[in-house]
């Protein structure tokens, strides 16, 4: 354990290393020099020297006096934590020094909040390293941070975020609005529910899935002879796009001739497919895991789809975006044999099976109601058929 005057010390060098990192990394972006991997770990000691010395404060923040932090302050505040966030690792990196690898996680986590600030509004664009490149591309930073390789300990985070507010859960509900084709949320700081993620990553997927669905007895009997959107559309089911657009948001309401399977809409695109792979990525390896919401409704959506027909069906009702049918329906065969299917899997499959049973069996009697009535008004036809025949052969005597 380092004594707090090495601390202090390390702290120092380490403010140093940073401000020169920013320095550079800002020459040679004036100069046009672009982005190499070996690059970006220069870029991420930069970023963290903006994050820890940001002025952008609240009004809020000015009323309840919050004071500036220095590198130190933000730093042992991811000492403190670094052993719990090492425990969340297969590898517990034991060629590593305690510092080093408190070192990485916190450039990592300042690179990170520094970019989410400044999608989120919270830094001043001007300042930020990240708009000094006249090739910023921020939806590939997006897609790069989102990836499961690269993921933060949210206790890093946390205490990161201790020191400096950071609208994290609104960037992960923006994140949200972009798959499902939404206008971008409004921005509410209250709205935070209780979760506790691992990661960002782990923020989006719960953030996707929606309230938990309340598991009741099916009471199913028989399974469903049909499966794909057009044999069901042939039986009198119709699909829409579901209000809520969440994941776990699948109803069915049956009417009179008709019956309505609700799905959440989705969109497919090259951005947008590496975000839903990585959560599935997520479910499959996580320990403990065994809801696998996000695997569960791509795995019904992989049950509906059968041809690019079927995604023709679903795409012209909002539920798919205007992606190559050919591309959607590769994409989702291509997770199939990846696909979790736990409680969320049986309670969406539920829904469906219920819904689309009762509309056969509502189709069923209504084919017999149909069948009694032509039955009888023929029956009739005949009997009064017979009774004008007889009363033409009295009147013809």
Partial sequence: MASADQTTAECRELAAIMKASNEKVRAEAQLGKPLTQKSMEVVKKAAAHDFCNSTRHSVEDF??????????????????????????????FEYMSEKEFADIVFFDGCYLLEFVALMTGNCMPSSSIFMSFSTF?????RKDILLLENQIPWVVLEALMSLRRVWIHWFARAIVS??????PPQFDEGAVSGYKPCHLLDLVRESYLGPSIESKPSGLTRFSLFSSAMELTEIGVRFRASDMSRFRDITFRSGLLFGWLSLPPIQI?????????NMVAFETCAVGVTDYGVGSYLSLLALLLSSEEDVKEL??????????????????????????????????????LIGVNKKIDRLGNGLGFVLTLLTRVHG???????????IMENTME
């Avoid at 730093?75 to 517990?92: F, H, I, N, Q, T």
């Avoid at 190559?324 to 469906?352: I, R």
């Avoid at 009739?380 to 007889?390: G, L, V």
């Fill in 63 to 92: 009323y309840r006096k919050v004071p500036r932090h220095s590198v130190e302050d933000f730093y042992r505040k991811v000492r403190a934590v670094a052993g719990e966030a090492r425990s969340g690792y297969a590898d517990l």
């Fill in 137 to 141: 591309r921020g939806s590939q930073i």
């Fill in 178 to 183: 972009s798959l499902e084709m939404e206008s």
């Fill in 269 to 277: 695109d090259d951005a947008t497919q590496t975000v839903i792979s």
């Fill in 315 to 352: 795409r012209l009702k909002k539920i798919f975006s205007d992606v190559s049918d050919g591309q959607a329906l590769a994409f989702l065969k291509s997770l199939n044999p990846h696909l979790g299917k736990g409680t969320s899997f049986m309670q969406v499959l539920q829904t469906y």
């Fill in 380 to 390: 009739e036809y005949q009997m009064n058929h017979a009774k004008r025949s007889e």
